[in-house]
């Protein structure tokens, strides 16, 4: 799928990340790029990007992928995130850049379910570069996935 489908996806079914600026910038097998630029609608009180809207951004980057694999599937499977971690090291001010590359965890996942019948878990990251090339913030998020009835 185009990322503007995705980014029309995200204006009806996740609107609050849309309103804050998260887009899909670019998505291949294994990895998704995701943008956000700080502004009003997404600041906190510090002058730099509210860390939920961080966290908007690096799901979707990791959760565009596992949307991606599944429909590829052709299976019935739904997705979930179970845990998440976050680190941050800088302020996030400009457009922060969150990227992840870990689709082929998910095709590892999705073939054990399929065999299996059992739900699986995996960890995906995402990390948030600034346009200075900088890490702002790192975050981990677990994912679960299993055959619906």
């Known amino acids: 799928m185009k990322p503007s489908k995705y980014n029309w996806f995200m204006f009806f079914k996740l609107p609050s990340a849309w309103w804050c600026g998260v887009r899909l910038h670019h998505l291949e097998n294994d990895k998704a790029v995701v943008r956000i630029k700080h ?35 052709k299976k019935p499977i739904s997705m979930l995130v179970a845990n998440n971690k976050a680190n941050f090291s800088k302020k996030a001010r400009g457009t922060i850049t969150f990227s992840c590359s870990d689709g082929q965890l998910i095709d590892q996942a999705i073939e054990k379910t399929i065999a299996s019948g059992e739900g699986q878990k995996f960890w995906m990251t995402s990390k948030g570069i600034d346009l200075n090339g900088d890490l702002v913030s790192n975050f981990e998020f677990e994912w679960t996935i299993k055959l619906r009835k």
């Open 39 to 73: 502004s009003w609608f997404n600041k906190n009180p510090f002058k730099s990007m509210f860390w939920a809207a961080q966290g908007m951004a690096a799901e979707f980057s990791t959760g565009v992928l596992v949307m991606e694999k599944i429909q590829l599937s």
